[in-house]
């Protein structure tokens, strides 16, 4: 509310002051529930906190669409557990035939393999290479049924007499309907594969040295 006081011109001298009433801008100023979430919105950009307007949250179709993609499906999350397994060094004929296909294909810096004997022995040669394989973080980056997909990033430690390394790799796992992985690619890093002939030849050399139990 205004308030003004003024004098009529022709009672100068004997009028009492005269009040006039202005139309209050109060109403127009109070926030509304959209600019109340654009000042939040702009608060969490620019560092400040803001406490959220007391409405229901709206969810953008991209927060679920984003949810939908790293929320894990089904019998992705025992394809996960059995991986986690074999990253530290603790294989099992078990682990191989509820979660791998007999001739799926296994890629990372060190090896190209393909089937059974050829992957299996890049697992099973690991408790022999390392004293303890630890998974110091994992994430699920997707977790997708068309294509049937699960994509993680984990940061791994390996140690031995010799060798105390950590790795971080990306890990695609492409699997079939029964969820059993046809094609895992390990990417350290997340750089691409290379050297594909002499990896291709320590997945066919790797069986000779060790011994894999009969799935």
Known sequence: MS??????????SNSEPSQTHHHSLLPAAVPTTALVESVAGAAHYSGSHV?????????????????????????HKRVLEDLRALYECRPTAEIFE????????????FALAKGFR??????YAMPKLFAKSETLSERVMSSTREP???VF???QRYKNRFVNRTVKSVVTVDLDERDRII??????DGKPL????????????????VSVPNS
């Open 3 to 12: 308030l003004s006081h003024h004098r009529s011109p022709s009672s100068a």
């Open 51 to 75: 406490e959220p307007p007391p409405t229901k949250h709206r969810h953008s179709s991209h927060d679920a669409e984003a949810h939908s993609h790293t929320a894990v499906k089904g019998d």
């Open 98 to 109: 509820r979660s791998w296909h007999p001739d799926a294909v296994f890629e990372d810096p």
């Open 118 to 123: 050829e992957y299996a022995a890049q697992w």
């Open 148 to 150: 049937n997909r699960l």
């Open 153 to 155: 990033a984990q940061t």
């Open 183 to 188: 094609r895992l690619v390990d990417q350290w």
């Open 194 to 209: 290379g050297g594909a002939w002499w990896r291709r030849v320590s997945g066919k050399v790797a069986p000779l040295f």
